[in-house]
Structures are given as structure tokens and as C-alpha cells.
């Protein structure tokens, strides 16, 4: 594949803003056209709409989806005014994994031409183009600096030229082309023979700086993490197909004892029996790549989810009798140290399969060396031990909360190393990312041999501090005799929907969901929506186990551990009647309508846009049905602009009040019927510190 090198993630410091202002500029459009060429190698219009597994959306939707994420990153940051396409920045905004709460339901959506879409691509590179061309630009780019929204936008666009590029290759053959863009390696030969590479014991410090990061970085690289391993060996090639033909010749597959809990209810549901991307032939076996089937290259790594790692080691530790195993994270980063490989990005052409510098496709896991190994970095990404967890001093980014709490679930493992689409701050070694233990990327592994288990460090409390609070103060302790306020607010709910119809309600901006839960006592069905996926992800533990642990801060570092459950609540009974699922409410999916109640509580002031959420949110209420605003009016800039406040200042001299702003933006489509009303509400911050605060309550009837 000869073509220009495709430009590396941008340093973020240095001296000269137009230099850095030109390669951003350079880095966006060529993410942008790879990222379209992409799908060039689709080979008609039913490529896009037929859904490669059933447990994604069609590619039409990752087609849009990284453009909507500019315009919706942008939107929430303040660095665009103005939507493009409302309609696709809500259809296109959510569902690339597997979290309960992505909505993957086809009948709710009505997907646009891929003539719509390009256009709609077309526009939000203009709109980008000329904010990078014409924004203000000091350095360096730091977490707190406006760029690095501009730069989360192209590095995400990244991430998905990689997980679409999965997607393609699970596609069925009749729907994807050959191109020249995507030219896949075409050497191969027989496997070199593995063999054990001693690693010295090691200490390190990993984690970045979010005040000098140097390059973008997602949030769970930035804290600190000390690492200490001991001395252990490891495999000196990555397993390669025909190492691992070994373990399916051996009936691997077949052998139930090799295989945890886990890994053999997917290996049975899906009938497992070979990798998945092995073909057999007669009596030969044929590899899928990206776009086309070829004769087996014994020697290129296999391709694997965790499972049939895990199997594999587990076959190799009985047949050797040593304690074989996955790497742990800390395992990796000491086999990096070791190898002599560097933070930064390598230089074209990387002296390892990655960064598209030399083909579309994996490549023998001989060719590339790293010290007295190969493919540290490169290739095939290296399936771990260790499930994500955040370093000390995590803390989410405010415009993109959900890229990794919702993987803190015991669910995701840890991916390193790299594959050879693997671009920008996915190719970096100080990246983290992390797949459920099934899922299929350009993903393989090597193995380590030691004495030691490797370490787990994930937790099973929710240590977040702001979901905790919030969990505290939706179904914890009542404090100074206040009375629990979701309940409150679904108890003045279902009192003033007294005699009327009550199939549906929607709990808009439900936090960690009890209201949503009240509501479903009264209701046939109740959805409960956030912006916030941390918070989503609370409602859905609760209603698929009913019960969850989490840790609320006493003094200091000091914590007491709690635990909160459904049944206690009188609630488990009508948890089935209840949805969650993620959201903007100044945006929200035409599907989400139809409801006898909206209950908004304390939200409107957080809104970027509340005029966009109030203006039309009588599209989404049956007539007659009822709307709940609850909020304490806490207008504040770094959540709204000042011109978008409903109320909360003075004009012409004269005050104007939130509740003066609500009658002229509702008054064409409702009437007051209840309020306004006080409802104090308590959070706990810490053990002897509390808010107190007063909600302000009205019920609305629409005309």
C-alpha cells in the first residue's frame, strides 16, 4: 500500500500556534478522507443498511456517527453555535456498544440516504475546517483548553476508521470490494517456533499529566499509577495461526474444563468451534481479512476474542505444566520498557505494523522486531489480564463523560499494543482502551509464563464521588428529616394524574433513576433518560441485578461503604416496567414521544440550550398530559450561556424571574395547573457537610 504517511496525533505544546494551528487542520482532513475512503470499499447501497452482527447498528450509522459527534462535542463546548442537521445529530449520537442502555432497536429509526449522509459529512467539514482555521489559538492544548474538543473530535473519528474497519470484515463477502487504498500484506511463509523471552523485574510509574499532556489522550491515561512486577518471561512472538492450530487440533474448543464460566456460555451460544475469522475448506483452512479470503498465513497472528485466548492459555499451562497466562497491564508496559519502546508516536514508517504505515491487514509476526521480541506494539492488538480501572486522580472529562466509566464494570478488558489500523492516539503506547471479553477487534495476544496471578484491581464499589453522592441522595439515608426528592417529586407526579390515562412517562435528566423507578408504580411503562451515561449506568446495575455497592467519603480519604437494593425500596416488583437509555434533552430522538407525564427535575439549569428542550417539549406529551419542572434556578455560565437562560436576570430594568420565562416559552402550548411549590431537597458531600436546597416546583397541563 504506497501511499503518503498518514499524519501522527499533533504535539500540543511548543511555540509556534499557526504551525500547530496548520498540522490540526492537515490531521483533521486526513482522518476525515480515510475515514470515508473507508467506506468506499462498501459495493452498493445494501452494504450500508444490512447490519454486519445483529449486536451493532448498520454501517450507515458509523458513516454519520463521527461527523455528529464534531457538531455535538462542539455544540456542548460553546465552540459552535448553531446545529447543523438536529435530526442526525440525534439518530447518529449513540449505540456503539453493547451497554443496556444503547438503543439498537431498528424499528426506531429511519435511516437517511447514503446521498443525505454524505452531504451531511460535507457540511460538518466546512463547519470544522473553518473553526480550526479561524478560532483563537494560544499553547499549549491542554484538558481545559477549547481545542482539545476540536482534537477529541478527529481522534474519536480514528477510533472508529479501526472499529468499522471490524465491522467490514465481519460483513458477508458479497458486500464489500477490493481497493487500492486497503491493500493487505501478501507474505507469508511457516511460523517461526515460539519461544520464552525472560523480562526482568520492574518498577515504573505510568499516567499522564493533564497539564502537560504533550499529545491528545483520553481520560483514563491521565493520574497516576506505581507499578512493581516481578521477574517473568514472555512469549517472544505474538500466537500465531499456526500455534494456535495446535489448540484447535488438540479439540480445544471442544474441552468445556478449558473454558471460565464466562467464555463458555459465549463459546456455546455461538457454537464456536474455530476463530472466528477461519474458514475452513475441505480439509484446508482460509483467513477472511477486511475485504477478501486467502490461503492461510500460518505465520501472522491469530485473531481471537479474550475467551479463546484465555482457552488457549489455559490448554498451554496443562500441557506444559507452567503457570502460562495473559499478561497483566502492568506485564505489558514492563515488556515495553524492556523493549525500549518510547511514549510518543513513531516516526514514518514505524518500525511495527501500525499507523496504516504498511498494510491493511496483519503481517508475520517474524518481521518486526522490538529488542528480544516482537510486535510489542503493532499488528494485532494483545488481549490482557487485567480489566479497565481508573489510575488515582481519574476524573472524567465534562464534555465527554461516558468514553470510559461505563467500561468500570468487570466486563472490559484491557486491549494494548495496537493493531495495524490502529492511528493517532490509539497507535500511542500510553493509550487504554478496553472491549468486552467477547467482542472481536484486529486482536490477538502472546503469553507470559509466572509464578505470580496477575493482578485485579478493579473494584466492585462505585467509588465515582459525584455518582455515589448522587446514589446516596436518590436511594441511601434521609438526612435532617427532609424526605427522600425523587420520590417526592413522583409522589406530586401521580397525585396530579389523578383520572387521567397513565401508559407512559418519561423521567427527563433521571440522574442514577429513582424517580424513574416511582414513577413505574403508577405507570404501564416508564423511560428514564440522562445525559450522562455514569448516571445511566447506575439505573440499569439496579434494574438488571437489583442491588449495587458503593462508597460515600467520611473525612479525608476515609470512605464508608454502602450498599443499596430494589427490594428494600418496595421497587423490585415494577423494575421491568422501566427503561433507561442515554440522551440530550435539548435534542432528543423522535421515537421518544407519546407520554402522559414528563417529569424534568432540576435540569432545565443545566441545560446548554433550555429554550431548545421547552419549546418543544409539548411534541412529546399526549394532550392532556402533564409536565413536572422541578429546579432550583441555579443559573450558572459554565452550564448555560447567559443568553440562554430562561430567567435569572434583569431587562429593561426590570427583574425577570425563571418562572416569568417559563409562562412565555410554555404558554403556547400549556397551562399552569399546580405551583409553584417548594421541595427542599438534602446531598450529602461528606460526613458533617450537606447542601440544602429548594426546588422549585410547577406542573404544567397541555393544551
Known amino acids: 500500500m504506497k501511499q503518503t504517511a498518514f499524519p501522527r496525533t499533533p504535539l500540543l505544546a511548543g511555540h509556534d500556534a499557526e504551525q500547530t494551528r496548520r498540522q490540526i487542520l492537515d490531521y483533521f482532513h486526513a482522518t476525515f478522507d480515510r475515514y470515508e475512503q473507508l467506506f468506499e470499499v462498501l459495493n452498493g447501497a445494501e452494504a450500508y443498511y444490512v447490519k454486519p452482527i445483529a449486536l451493532r447498528h448498520p454501517l450507515i450509522f458509523y458513516f454519520g456517527h463521527t461527523a455528529t459527534f464534531f457538531i455535538n462535542k462542539l455544540v456542548l463546548a460553546g465552540l459552535l453555535a448553531q446545529r447543523i442537521d438536529p435530526k442526525f445529530e440525534s439518530m447518529f449520537a449513540i449505540g456503539v456498544d453493547e451497554m443496556s442502555w444503547d438503543d439498537l432497536n431498528e424499528v426506531r429509526y429511519d435511516w437517511p440516504t447514503i446521498d443525505a449522509v454524505r452531504a451531511y459529512r460535507q457540511q460538518v467539514r466546512a463547519a470544522v475546517d473553518q473553526l480550526i482555521?479561524?478560532?483563537?489559538?494560544?499553547?499549549?492544548?491542554?484538558?481545559?483548553?477549547?481545542?482539545?474538543?476540536?482534537?477529541?473530535?478527529?481522534?474519536?473519528e480514528r477510533i472508529h476508521l479501526e472499529t468499522s474497519s471490524v465491522l467490514i470484515r465481519q460483513h458477508r463477502l458479497c458486500y464489500v470490494q477490493p481497493h487500492p487504498a486497503w491493500e493487505p500484506c501478501r507474505s507469508s511463509a511457516a511460523a517461526p517456533q515460539n519461544g520464552l523471552v525472560d523480562v526482568p523485574a520492574a518498577s515504573?510509574?505510568?499516567?499522564?499529566?493533564?497539564?502537560?499532556?504533550?499529545?491528545?489522550?483520553?481520560?483514563?491515561?491521565?493520574?497516576?499509577?506505581?507499578?512493581?512486577?516481578?521477574?517473568?518471561?514472555?512469549?517472544?512472538?505474538?500466537?500465531?495461526?499456526?500455534?494456535?492450530?495446535?489448540?484447535?487440533?488438540?479439540?480445544?474448543?471442544?474441552d468445556d474444563s478449558l473454558w471460565p464460566a464466562e467464555g463458555l456460555a459465549w463459546k456455546k451460544f455461538a457454537q464456536a468451534s474455530q476463530p472466528t475469522f477461519w474458514i475452513k475448506d475441505g480439509s484446508q483452512w482460509?483467513?477472511?481479512?477486511?475485504?477478501?479470503?486467502?490461503?492461510?498465513?500460518?505465520?501472522?497472528?491469530?485473531?481471537?476474542?479474550?475467551?479463546?485466548?484465555?482457552?488457549?492459555?489455559?490448554?498451554?499451562?496443562?500441557?506444559t505444566g507452567q503457570p502460562v497466562r495473559l499478561p497483566s497491564e502492568d506485564e505489558w508496559q514492563a515488556m515495553r520498557h524492556f523493549a525500549g519502546t518510547g511514549d510518543l508516536p513513531l516516526a514514518p514508517p514505524a518500525a511495527a505494523n501500525i499507523e496504516l504505515d504498511h498494510y491493511a491487514s496483519a503481517c508475520p509476526v517474524g518481521q518486526f522486531a522490538h529488542g528480544p521480541l516482537f510486535d510489542v506494539i503493532g499488528n494485532v492488538w494483545q488481549w490482557l489480564e487485567t480489566p479497565t480501572y481508573p489510575y488515582d486522580g481519574f476524573a472524567v472529562h465534562p464534555i465527554y463523560d461516558d468514553f470510559t466509566t461505563p467500561t468500570f464494570d468487570d466486563r472490559h478488558n484491557l486491549l494494548k499494543g495496537g493493531s495495524?489500523?490502529?492511528?493517532?492516539?490509539?497507535?500511542?503506547?500510553?493509550?487504554?482502551?478496553?472491549?468486552?471479553?467477547?467482542?472481536?477487534?484486529?486482536?490477538?495476544?502472546?503469553?507470559?509464563?509466572?509464578?505470580?496471578?496477575?493482578?485485579?484491581?478493579?473494584?466492585?464499589?462505585?467509588?465515582?464521588?459525584?455518582?455515589?453522592?448522587?446514589?446516596?441522595?436518590h436511594y441511601g439515608d434521609e438526612y435532617f428529616a427532609v424526605p427522600n426528592f425523587p420520590r417526592a417529586l413522583a409522589r406530586l407526579a401521580i397525585e396530579a394524574m389523578a383520572g387521567k390515562p397513565a401508559g407512559k412517562a418519561l423521567d427527563l435528566g433521571c440522574a442514577t433513576g429513582r424517580a424513574t423507578f416511582e414513577l413505574a408504580r403508577h405507570f404501564d411503562q416508564v423511560t428514564g433518560i440522562d445525559f450522562s451515561a455514569r448516571f445511566i449506568g447506575v439505573g440499569t446495575q439496579l434494574q438488571e441485578q437489583g442491588r449495587l455497592r458503593y462508597t460515600l467519603v467520611e473525612e479525608g480519604e476515609l470512605v464508608a461503604y454502602k450498599e443499596c437494593a430494589l427490594g428494600a425500596l418496595g421497587l423490585a416488583?415494577?423494575?421491568?416496567?422501566?427503561?433507561?437509555?442515554?440522551?440530550?434533552?435539548?435534542?432528543?430522538?423522535?421515537?421518544?414521544?407519546?407520554?402522559?407525564?414528563?417529569?424534568?427535575?432540576?435540569?432545565?439549569?443545566?441545560?446548554?440550550?433550555?429554550?431548545?428542550?421547552?419549546?418543544?417539549?409539548?411534541?412529546?406529551?399526549?394532550?392532556?398530559?402533564?409536565?413536572?419542572?422541578?429546579?432550583?434556578?441555579?443559573?450558572?455560565?459554565?452550564?448555560?450561556?447567559?443568553?440562554?437562560?430562561?430567567g435569572g436576570f434583569k431587562r429593561d430594568g426590570e427583574n425577570v424571574t425563571t418562572l416569568n420565562g417559563l409562562k412565555a416559552m410554555l404558554g403556547g402550548h400549556f397551562r399552569l395547573v399546580d405551583g409553584p411549590r417548594s421541595v427542599p431537597f438534602v446531598i450529602r458531600e461528606?460526613?458533617?457537610?450537606?447542601?440544602?436546597?429548594?426546588?422549585?416546583?410547577?406542573?404544567?397541563?397541555?393544551?
Not at 478560532?135 to 492544548?141: C, G, K
Not at 493533564?210 to 514472555?234: L, V
Not at 461528606?686 to 393544551?703: D, N, P
Open 133 to 156: 482555521r479561524t478560532a483563537p489559538l494560544s499553547l499549549p492544548i491542554t484538558w481545559d483548553h477549547p481545542w482539545w474538543i476540536i482534537v477529541m473530535g478527529i481522534e474519536h
Open 204 to 254: 515504573f510509574r505510568v499516567g499522564r499529566e493533564r497539564s502537560n499532556p504533550e499529545i491528545y489522550g483520553w481520560d483514563n491515561e491521565f493520574g497516576r499509577h506505581e507499578a512493581s512486577t516481578g521477574a517473568f518471561q514472555a512469549s517472544r512472538h505474538l500466537v500465531s495461526n499456526q500455534e494456535f492450530l495446535a489448540f484447535v487440533d488438540a479439540g480445544g474448543y471442544a
Open 286 to 319: 482460509r483467513l477472511r481479512l477486511m475485504l477478501e479470503e486467502v490461503a492461510m498465513p500460518w505465520d501472522w497472528p491469530v485473531e481471537t476474542n479474550y475467551h479463546e485466548a484465555k482457552a488457549f492459555c489455559n490448554w498451554q499451562a496443562r500441557r
Open 420 to 473: 495495524w489500523i490502529s492511528c493517532g492516539n490509539a497507535a500511542v503506547p500510553q493509550s487504554r482502551y478496553a472491549f468486552r471479553r467477547h467482542f472481536f477487534q484486529h486482536a490477538g495476544f502472546r503469553y507470559v509464563v509466572a509464578d505470580a496471578p496477575a493482578s485485579q484491581p478493579a473494584s466492585h464499589y462505585e467509588t465515582d464521588r459525584l455518582i455515589s453522592e448522587y446514589i446516596e441522595f
Open 573 to 646: 416488583d415494577v423494575a421491568a416496567k422501566v427503561e433507561f437509555f442515554q440522551g440530550d434533552a435539548c435534542n432528543l430522538k423522535p421515537v421518544f414521544t407519546g407520554y402522559d407525564l414528563i417529569l424534568a427535575a432540576n435540569l432545565i439549569d443545566r441545560l446548554y440550550s433550555p429554550a431548545a428542550f421547552l419549546k418543544t417539549v409539548h411534541e412529546r406529551l399526549n394532550p392532556g398530559g402533564l409536565l413536572l419542572l422541578a429546579s432550583p434556578y441555579t443559573w450558572l455560565a459554565e452550564h448555560t450561556r447567559r443568553e440562554e437562560w430562561v
Open 686 to 703: 461528606t460526613k458533617r457537610k450537606f447542601q440544602h436546597t429548594l426546588s422549585e416546583v410547577t406542573i404544567w397541563q397541555r393544551i
